[in-house]
């Protein structure tokens, strides 16, 4: 672009938040970079969960042409949990690509994150290419699950539970709130549903059904599972519906057994599938027959470091961080983050020690959560050890008792 040109459609572009009254303008052009309308029903929906106040628009003489978005939202750890803010509505309009306004946008959006006080940024990407360079590491991993009926079977069935309800899922709220609150914190990667969030999780829109029924949800003692039905007939006319699971939480092995076994036979299906299990479900170990569930990894959720010594000091580690861990963090992004931290279980502080490891912030995010090793890391070329043992002693400090796994998109 010739200078003038370019003076020209600077001083046309602004940088600010959406207000309320302009959040429909906001999510118009949000969904229209994901060749999407916004319909009625969206629109309200975005009424309810949206911050304007934490969103950011680029406006092209007035017009908006780029958005982004916060939700303020609680992200267990392991060990404990974080402030976060979960980034969304990320679009910049096909008019105005590659001239660099989401990374402006990035930038001062992480900026203000940090000067809320919150560590952690996190988000759902829609393609793999956008985020590493913005310092965001694939810090969650899930797995797609499709069980045949009437192959895959419960192993050890439970008895006849007569608590098994089944209806429609919002008439099961606040059962299914008490399992979610005691789960939750025992998994990193979980979010908390304060304010509009259970509802959101139960957002259930017509158009997004394809071919689906209406949200159900069947609860027992101890675990829920939301589902919908696909009914279908194949070409021989037999039954081929599908049960597709949106989420299963059970506190105990005999409530995932009864949720598992109540999933798999339903009546005229033939398949039960789950776009966004936990990568460690105990699914096929559960099955008399274990083939008869197909497991495939997925990518979950993108973790962004934006404040070292306060993401890494809300976490526990395993016992081979004692008695401390040397990281040599680079950030070109976000410099504020840069240098070495001494990592130990009463927190995380600056240091000028001889460093263990040295990483980008990146692929700190990835390993956060205690999904993602190290070790892993290294072997990909990212981490380095600069002292003989650092390396199988932090992968192992940071690696976390459970597979994270986030079940919910936003
Ligand atoms: C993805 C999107 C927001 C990028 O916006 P943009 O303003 O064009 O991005 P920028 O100009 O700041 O690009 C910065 C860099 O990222 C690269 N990049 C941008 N989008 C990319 C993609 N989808 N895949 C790989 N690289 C990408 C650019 O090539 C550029 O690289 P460079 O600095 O080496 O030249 C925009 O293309 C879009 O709205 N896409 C559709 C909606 C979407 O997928 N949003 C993300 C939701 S999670």
Redesign the pocket.
Do not use: D, K, Q
């Given at each position: 672009m010739p200078w003038s040109s370019a003076l020209r459609y600077a001083a046309r572009m602004q940088l600010r938040p959406a207000t309320r009254e302009e959040f429909d303008a906001f999510s118009r052009v949000a969904l229209s970079?994901?060749h999407r309308e916004l319909s009625d029903v969206a629109r309200e929906r975005y009424q309810r969960i949206g911050e304007p106040e934490r969103s950011l628009a680029w406006f092209d003489d007035g017009r908006i042409v780029?958005t982004t978005g916060a939700f303020t939202r609680r992200l267990t750890v392991p060990g404990g949990e974080v402030a976060c803010a979960a980034v969304t509505a990320?679009?910049?309009a096909p008019t105005?690509?590659?001239?660099?306004?989401?990374?402006a946008m990035t930038r001062r959006q992480l900026a203000d994150v940090r000067d809320r006080g919150e560590p952690v940024a996190i988000?759902?990407?829609?393609?793999g290419?956008?985020y590493g360079?913005f310092g965001y590491g694939i810090a969650t991993r899930a797995a797609h699950l499709v069980a045949g009926r009437p192959a895959a079977r419960v192993a050890a069935p439970p008895e006849p539970d007569e608590l098994l309800r089944a209806g429609p899922a919002g008439e099961h709220v606040e059962a299914m709130r008490l399992v979610h609150d005691r789960v939750r914190l025992t998994r990193a990667g979980m979010l908390d549903r304060r304010g509009p969030w259970w509802q959101d999780n139960l957002h259930d829109p017509e158009a997004d059904r394809d071919g689906g029924q209406p949200l159900q949800a069947v609860v027992v003692g101890g675990g829920y599972a939301l589902y919908s039905v696909k009914p279908q007939f194949d070409a021989d006319d037999l039954p081929s519906g599908e049960v597709r699971v949106r989420e299963l939480i059970a506190r105990t092995p005999a409530a995932r057994a009864t949720l598992w076994s109540f999933l798999l036979d339903q009546d005229l299906t033939a398949s039960t599938t789950w776009d966004l299990a936990p990568l460690d479900d105990p699914l096929p170990l559960m099955l008399s027959d274990p083939r008869a569930v197909r497991v495939s990894e997925v990518e979950g959720l993108w973790a962004r470091i934006i404040d070292v010594g306060g993401a890494l000091a809300a976490r526990e580690y395993g016992s081979q961080l004692d008695p401390e861990l040397v990281l040599e963090v680079t950030d070109a992004f976000c410099p504020w983050n840069e240098g070495r931290w001494r990592v130990t279980r009463e927190g995380c502080a600056r240091t000028d020690a001889a460093p263990d490891l040295a990483l980008g912030v990146a692929d700190l995010g990835a390993a956060y959560l205690g999904g993602t090793t190290l070790v892993e890391l290294a072997d990909a070329g990212r981490v380095r050890e600069l002292r003989p043992g650092g390396l199988a002693r932090g992968s192992a400090a940071f690696r976390g008792e459970v597979e994270p796994w986030c079940p919910e998109t936003f």
């Open positions: 970079a994901f780029a990320v679009a910049v105005h690509r590659r001239r660099g306004l989401l990374t988000l759902w990407a829609s393609e290419g956008i360079r």
